[in-house]
């Protein structure tokens, strides 16, 4: 039998998997491997939040809670996007999932139509076309190289729009670049959307990860694009929370309904313990996360000033996040015993088989020139990669 679902049969294996495959071929051969892929922090969450959660399981609070989420929830979402983000909502504004990627899921799901198109930029965050894929929408994706920071511009997004745009996939700070929009510059892709029937759906999850006094700045909260815009969340990054699966989503409530009820048909409501942890993590600010983005931007500085060392690199400084993308894309064409470098897959297997270093090459992310480093690691693991990758580079004839 092989009559599959041709929707789901066009979804693709994450392209990073033939990497991560060889990583742990190689570490399970007992090989020093030093990867640099980990999409999330390095920290463990903060201990007032796992109390919350220990607390609700000793309160039995481990039944189905209401498909959106339990009301304590709900309502600290809102205080947080009245706080923070200059957003008010209601309870009916408000989505609860199971992690961002599935808030975002579900909105893209809910808003699309076959044939509907949804524009974001490259480098893009890996879930997004497929994502788009599923939804049957077609992706226009707007290209933003190293040269222009990773940032699409105003006149860019104009020309990529069409009739049949649905949906503008905004992301910042961005997973892989850690680009950060300023306000300004948020201000003028909003202007040209202003008279647009396009809905923009807000990827602000590295939000709180911003350093050298950035300041994160909503879409959402221009007056004119407050019906427009749904903003998603989450506390995977900020709070380091990855494994609890809890992402959030605030907007226009005709859209959350339709995602909600398709939420109710699929997972229902988020884990109920980790929802508990959530209204902790969100209301009782603590030191820790600042302390976790000190320590972020100590890595970032220095990454970014070993990287720009070596000749060849383009390393435009990312302002957010914990990401370094690079552009290696002067050694294509160079090679080392026999071995070519032809582009981002090739430059990333022949520094895992040569030096045991794993990046994520960046055709995964839409940009062949560049490779990603995640700098959630220890300081002892970046001076040790950094070494062994500048070693791999003189090698390269
Ligand atoms: C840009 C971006 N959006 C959304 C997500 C999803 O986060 P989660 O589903 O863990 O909340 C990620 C995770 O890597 C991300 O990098």
């Known amino acids: 039998m092989s009559n599959y679902s041709e929707l789901i049969s066009a979804v693709e294996e994450s392209k990073t998997m033939a990497i991560s495959s060889l990583v742990k071929k190689l570490k399970s051969e007992g090989k020093n491997v030093l990867s640099f892929s980990a999409g999330e922090p390095d920290f463990p969450t903060p201990n007032y939040i796992k109390n919350a959660a220990i607390k609700a399981i000793n309160e039995d609070f481990t039944k189905y809670t209401a498909n959106e989420g339990y009301p304590l929830l709900l309502n600290a979402i809102i205080e947080k996007f009245s706080k923070e983000n200059n957003l008010n909502f209601k309870s009916e504004n408000i989505l609860v999932s199971s992690g961002a990627k599935h808030s975002i899921y579900h909105l893209v799901m809910a808003l699309c139509n076959p044939g509907d198109e949804v524009i974001f930029q490259a480098p893009y965050w890996v879930s997004y076309p497929e994502i788009v894929k ?141 929802q508990a942890a959530t209204v902790a993590a ?6 820790e996360i600042a302390e976790m983005v000190r320590q972020f931007k100590e890595r970032r500085d220095f990454i970014y000033n070993s990287l720009n060392k070596i000749d060849g690199i383009k390393c435009p400084l990312p302002k957010g996040a914990f990401y370094v993308f690079y552009d290696v894309s002067s050694y294509y064409g160079k090679n080392y015993n026999g071995y070519e470098i032809k582009d981002s897959n090739s430059f990333c297997n022949y520094l895992l088989t040569d030096q045991y270093v794993g990046l994520v090459p960046g055709f995964a992310f839409g940009n062949d020139n560049c490779v990603r480093m995640s700098y959630a690691c220890s300081f002892e693991e970046l001076t040790d990669g950094l070494e062994r990758i500048t070693k791999a580079l003189h090698q390269l004839k």
């Open 134 to 274: 599923l939804a049957q929408g077609k992706s226009v994706i707007i290209d933003a190289g190293v040269e222009q920071d990773y940032k699409i511009t105003p006149k860019q997004l104009e020309k990529a729009i069409t009739k049949k745009t649905k949906i503008f996939l905004f992301n910042t700070p961005s997973n892989p670049t850690g680009a950060v929009y300023s306000k300004k510059e948020i201000m003028a892709l909003a202007e040209v959307l202003k008279d647009k029937d396009i809905f923009v759906i807000s990827d602000e999850i590295y939000e709180k990860i911003l350093f050298d006094g950035e300041e994160h700045f909503s879409i959402g909260s221009i007056d004119y694009m407050r019906n427009k815009t749904i903003t998603v969340n989450g506390v995977s990054k900020a709070f380091a929370m990855t494994g609890w699966r809890i992402g959030y989503a605030g907007g226009d409530a005709s859209v959350i309904k339709l995602a909600r009820n398709l939420q109710s048909h699929s997972t229902s409501n988020a884990s109920s313990i980790s």
């Open 282 to 287: 969100l209301k009782e600010s603590n030191g």
